[in-house]
Nanobody
Framework: QEELVVSGGGLVQAGGSLTLSCAAS????????AGWYRQGPGNQRELVAS???????????FVKGRFTISRDNSRRNAVRAVYLQMNMLKPEDTAVYYC???????????????WGQGTQVTVSS
C-alpha cells in the first residue's frame, strides 16, 4: 500500500496544464515538507520544486514562472497533500513525476522520507 498516493498525470498538448497531487494515506499524520522530482527518458531524476514546513518554496530554473507547488492546509496542524500545478507545458516537460515527502506517521514520531509512485506526464507538440 502506497503511503503517498500520486495522481494527476496524463497526456496534454504543448501549452496546456496539469495538476499533480501527492496525498498522504491514513498511515501518515502529516507532511512536513515535500518535493516534486521528474525523470525523463534517458535522464537522471531531477528536482522540479519543493515546499518546506514553513511553506517556503523553491523551483528549478526550467519551471520558474510555469509551475507552482502548494500544499493542503485545510486541516489544522496537519498537511495532508502537496500539489504541483503545471502550466504552459512543453514537450521537454515529458517525464515520470515523483513526489518525495518528509512525513510523520505520528505527531511524536521522528520524521522520515518517503517516495510516492511515479505518474507519467506526456506533452505533445
Amino acid at each position: 500500500q502506497e503511503e503517498l498516493v500520486v495522481s494527476g498525470g496524463g497526456l496534454v498538448q504543448a501549452g496546456g496544464s496539469l495538476t499533480l497531487s501527492c496525498a498522504a494515506s491514513p498511515t501518515i499524520f502529516s507532511i512536513n515538507g515535500a518535493g516534486w522530482y521528474r525523470q525523463g527518458p534517458g535522464n537522471q531524476r531531477e528536482l522540479v520544486a519543493s515546499i518546506n514546513s514553513d511553506g517556503g518554496t523553491t523551483y528549478a530554473d526550467f519551471v520558474k514562472g510555469r509551475f507552482t507547488i502548494s500544499r493542503d492546509n485545510s486541516r489544522r496542524n496537519a498537511v495532508r497533500a502537496v500539489y504541483l500545478q503545471m502550466n504552459m507545458l512543453k514537450p521537454e516537460d515529458t517525464a515520470v513525476y515523483y513526489c518525495k515527502a518528509n512525513v510523520r506517521r505520528d505527531p511524536f514520531d521522528r520524521p522520515l522520507d518517503l517516495w510516492g509512485q511515479g505518474t507519467q506526464v506526456t506533452v505533445s507538440s
